[in-house]
């Protein structure tokens, strides 16, 4: 079946088979693998991505199911160079360990801050509660979400070439 | 908060992750992601018996399926001599069943398609006859003299698989015959599978030009699988590569080898194509090695006042089907022996015997770090049952009884020598922290009110790093580990090492050990592990062994460049070696401290400017053999409320004081902790296989056997005291699995101790709330 799908901002045409998963469309047709597939019964989240601006499993929406929508995946947060906050409030904050859980729980965490930009621990926990981390115990990554939400709203006050102070690295 | 990782002197500094660029990018690179051309895909045709004759196989429809490339049977691999593969724990294990299954799941027939959806609907066409066969999942009935055995494929007639034991039985049984205080409690560590987010899987890429394999797999343990799978393949050692690339979780569930890993490998080298194979969730948690599923009866002697006297320890170990527990070939009950724990036993006696039942293979793996999660959970519960029996305190009773700082090393009854620790102090500072003597009024005004709260202490000692080699091998091989250290003429550097971290932030904190012995900082160090074509070999990454081995290789390493480096400074500074000092920094001359130079530019002079006969560049190699394990200890203390209504029990506050000589880096192991703790959460009230009396497994997925959420995990609060390891060259022992080791004890001792009004003495986990409601509801309680 073809399919048209806007993918970080880019459009896909794609011809794909009905029963194929949005999850694996991604990352198979499209080479984005960094969402991820960590369990078969939707429990997990680690495929998580915006499909429309909400989060969703990709591993429970078919491919066509996306035509026509538009998707965004980890690999469309950084812009123009800089990470998005919340990129940067996980390294930060010591949010992730293997990173198997980091693109998917990311994205949930930009639905999560759209909705309500500065979460309690509580909300920020049931903000989270669909994405499964066995590494970290949550406790970062609630912290990272946290200040996340407090580094996009000090970047909407600052003059658009303000740019935060990013761990040196590779 | 974390800090940059450009600083001089980075040990012991919270740096950030030098792993982390990639992954929050959505970069990381797991088996999955790995696309090679002309690639296949396996899938596996599993059975739906725990225990059954195979009839007959019939691959014809299976064949019709446009893209299948080939079906591999047990009777294809029995040609090859490849239908068993050895395991670690020197039995033998199926890889495809010919004549009958074993456990509900195994691997029957394997088909490899070009597309992942060819490949899983040709495995469903695969039709497989079976004839039933009586199942035994209870492994005391299994060692029953009239249970079916069900291994015919072994000269020992029966379900037993071994016997093992430590500490002196006659010793023992006389002070428990004399003891004026006895205790005695059967309790049992329930099946539990590790769960990485990733599960398991590898490329198998054989190419008939050069005669080479390159085989991409989920693994802690890269070299090892070289090693055991030219012993298997025949293929020559040099010829293959194994590449671990960034891996989801390991958890100890990706130490062994899979039976779906040599099938890729055969269909790769039948095919001359790369072949893929990435099991479900439900391949993972049904097929791959399981934890824990001990049953152990504990008993401890004691005087009137406490004082312990000796431990004995009875226990029947579930291994499943085929014995492939991950251990020293020397431990069949991995450390097992470490039982006596924190306290100063005058005797042990512990024995282990091993049963075959009809399940899934595995034992050790889940933070366990060889059993210890077992000997840990026991000991700190058993003291409980103690403390009741002498109507003592449990922290008093502890406090009694703890090997003193001044004993170390300290020989224990069962053979270990343990290298350091404080365990009064560390005990005290969480005793304060939590307010332990408030809590206990607390306790005593609710349980006045008919409110219910508990307090769980477990104050444990690891052991990890295995280990030397006069005990320690994997099939064979010395538990040794290994560090190859490269500087580049401009002053950075390439490390490689043989273990293989799964998040454990290796990238950043052995950066930071190399950093700190050269004068660098850590981002002039990147490290690399996982690629046996170009890390020095080592044992792999698991029971908590990096830092206490592959750590050692790197510090001595790095050192090994010192040494070479200093001549060079003396060279270029004109005066002799012995004038040349180090201070952490640059070398200086000795008594004038403004003429130094730095490691960057000995760097340069190594490739420029060495002295006359000196070999040119710098770098090193160290295979570190440990003399000891390290024995990290920790004081853990939780607090519990339960609701009378539900016996839905709240985890209020959880202390976790850990104590693992000198840190790396702090807030690495502040996650490791946080990790390991959760897991350990888990284990006390969310996770167990349990399987029906037809050996169907109940938990093969997520919705069955639990995971937790953010929602479910309490909010950990940690500490620590420093007690170095005094023979580990930075003074660092292992970590990564003590709060899991630690944990489950602190809880369980919590909700026992919230429940004594009612005389419970022991819950075995899980605590399920209904388990809980079940004793409110006798009690009369339940609301």
Redesign the interface.
């Known amino acids: 079946m073809q399919i048209s799908v806007t993918v970080n901002g880019r459009v896909y045409e794609s011809d794909v088979e009905p029963r194929t998963l949005l999850i694996y469309y991604i990352r198979e047709h499209l080479r984005l693998t960094g969402a991820h597939v960590g369990c078969d019964t939707t429990s997990c989240g680690a495929c998580t991505v915006l499909l429309n601006g909400k989060a969703v499993k990709s591993c429970t929406v078919l491919a066509v199911q996306a035509n026509g929508q538009e998707i965004m995946t980890v690999e469309g947060l950084e812009r123009d160079g800089e990470l998005h906050p919340l990129q940067k409030a996980f390294w930060e904050e010591h949010g992730l360990q293997c990173g198997y859980c980091t693109p998917g729980m990311i994205m949930t965490a930009c639905e999560l801050l759209e909705r309500n930009p500065f979460p309690t621990e509580e909300e920020v926990r049931k903000g989270i509660s669909g994405n499964v981390c066995r590494c970290t115990g949550y406790v970062n990554i609630i912290k990272a979400i946290q200040s996340a939400g407090h580094m996009i709203a000090q970047q909407d006050k600052e003059p658009k070439n303000q740019s935060e102070v990013v761990p040196s690295g590779n | 908060?974390?800090i940059?990782?450009?600083e001089l002197r980075p040990m012991g500094k919270s740096i950030?992750?030098?792993?982390?660029?990639?992954?929050?990018?959505?970069?990381?690179?797991?088996l999955?992601?790995i696309?090679l051309p002309n690639m296949l895909y396996m899938s596996i045709v599993r059975s739906p018996y725990a225990h059954a004759k195979i009839k007959s196989i019939n691959t014809e429809a299976a064949k019709q399926v446009p893209g299948v490339k080939l079906i591999i049977t047990g009777e294809d691999l029995a040609k090859m001599n490849l239908a068993w593969m050895p395991t670690m724990n020197g039995d033998v294990q199926m890889v495809l069943a010919t004549n009958k299954v074993l456990f509900q799941y195994q691997e029957v027939v394997a088909v490899v398609a070009e597309t992942?959806?060819a490949a899983v609907d040709a495995a469903q066409l695969v039709e497989v006859e079976y004839e039933a066969l009586p199942v035994i999942v209870d492994p005391f009935r299994a060692l029953q003299p009239d249970a079916p055995v069900l291994r015919d494929d072994r000269e020992k007639k029966s379900n037993h698989i071994w016997h093992w034991e430590a500490g002196d039985q006659e010793s023992t049984e006389e002070i428990f015959k004399n003891a004026p205080v006895v205790v005695s409690q059967d309790v049992r560590f329930q099946r539990v599978h590790p769960?990485?987010?990733?599960?398991c899987g590898c490329i198998a890429d054989y190419k008939k030009g050069t005669g080479r394999l390159t085989w991409y797999v989920t693994s802690q343990a890269p070299h090892a699988h070289r090693t055991i799978l030219a012993m298997i393949s025949g293929l020559p050692e040099h010829k293959i590569q194994v590449i671990s690339p960034?891996?989801?979780?390991g958890?100890g569930n990706k130490v062994p080898v899979y039976p779906g890993y040599v099938c890729a490998l055969v269909a790769s080298i039948q095919l001359g194509i790369p072949v893929k194979w990435v099991e479900?969730?439900?391949e993972n948690i049904a097929s791959t090695g399981f934890a824990r599923d001990y049953h152990m009866t504990s008993e401890i002697a004691a005087d009137e006042n406490g004082k312990v006297l000796a431990l004995r320890v009875k226990t029947i170990a579930d291994h499943g089907a085929f014995d492939a527990a991950a251990d020293p070939t020397k431990f069949p009950a991995g450390l097992f022996s470490i039982v006596t724990g924190s306290y100063d036993f005058k005797q042990a006696f512990v024995e282990v015997d091993g049963v075959y039942t009809n399940k899934a293979p595995g034992g050790v793996a889940y933070r366990c770090s060889f059993r210890v999660t077992e000997a840990a959970y026991l000991i700190e519960r058993t003291m409980d049952i103690l403390a009741r029996k002498l109507g003592m305190d449990p922290a008093e009773l502890r406090l009694l009884n703890f090997i003193r700082k001044d004993q170390f090393p300290y020989q224990s009854p069962t053979g270990w020598t343990y290298d350091s620790g404080d365990y009064e102090k560390t005990f005290r500072l969480a005793l304060e922290k939590i307010g332990y003597h408030e809590l206990r009024k607390e306790q005593a005004e609710k349980r006045a009110r008919g409110e219910l709260m508990g307090i769980g202490i477990s104050t444990f000692t690891e052991i990890v790093g295995a280990g030397p080699s006069h005990s320690f091998d994997i099939m064979g091989i010395k538990m040794f580990d290994s560090a190859e250290i490269r500087v580049h003429p401009t002053g950075k550097v390439i490390a490689r090492l043989g273990v293989r971290h799964?998040?454990?932030?290796h990238e950043t904190t052995f950066a930071q050990i190399i950093g700190e012995e050269l004068g660098l900082t850590a981002?002039d160090v990147l490290i690399e592990e996982g690629d046996t074509d170009t890390a020095p070999y080592g044992l792999g990454t698991y029971a908590s062994r990096s830092t206490p081995t592959a750590g050692g290789a790197a510090a001595l390493c790095a050192r090994r460049i010192r040494d070479k480096a200093r001549k060079i400074a003396a060279h270029l500074l004109e005066v002799g070696d012995e004038d040349i000092s180090w201070n952490g920094e640059s070398f200086e001359v000795k008594g004038t401290p403004s003429r130094k130079v730095t490691m960057g530019e000995v760097a340069l002079a190594a490739y420029t400017n060495v002295p006359e006969g000196m070999e040119p560049g710098l770098e090193a190699t160290y295979y570190y053999d440990p003399p000891n394990l390290t024995f990290p200890h920790g004081a853990y203390i939780a607090v519990v409320d339960i609701d009378k209504g539900t016996g839905v029990v709240k985890v209020r506050r959880f202390l976790a004081v850990d104590d693992c000589g000198n840190v790396i880096n702090p807030?690495?192991v502040?996650?490791?902790?946080?990790?390991?703790?959760?897991?350990g959460f888990a284990i006390a009230f969310m996770q167990d296989i349990p399987f029906d009396e037809d050996g169907n497994c109940l938990a093969p997925?997520?919705?069955d056997y639990l995971?937790p959420?953010?929602?479910d995990?309490p909010?950990?609060e940690t500490d620590r005291t420093i007690t170095p390891s005094p023979h580990h060259p930075i003074g660092a022992k292992g970590v990564g699995e003590s709060p899991n080791v630690g944990s489950p004890a602190a809880f369980v001792n919590a909700v026992v101790d919230a429940l004594e009004p009612f005389g419970v003495e022991h819950i075995d986990m899980p605590i399920f709330p209904w388990k809980v409601w079940e004793i409110l509801r006798q009690n009369g309680v339940a609301e």
Not at chain 2, 16 to 30: S, T
Not at chain 2, 195 to 199: A, D, N
Not at chain 2, 246 to 249: A, N, R
């Open positions: 908060m974390a940059n990782q450009t950030h992750r030098k792993e982390d660029p990639r992954f929050i990018r959505g970069q990381g690179k797991y999955d992601d696309v992942r959806g769960s990485p987010l990733e599960p960034d891996v989801g979780g958890f479900t969730r439900t799964q998040g454990q932030g981002d807030m690495i502040e996650g490791q902790i946080h990790g390991g703790l959760t897991e997925n997520w919705m995971v959420t953010s929602l995990t909010n950990w």
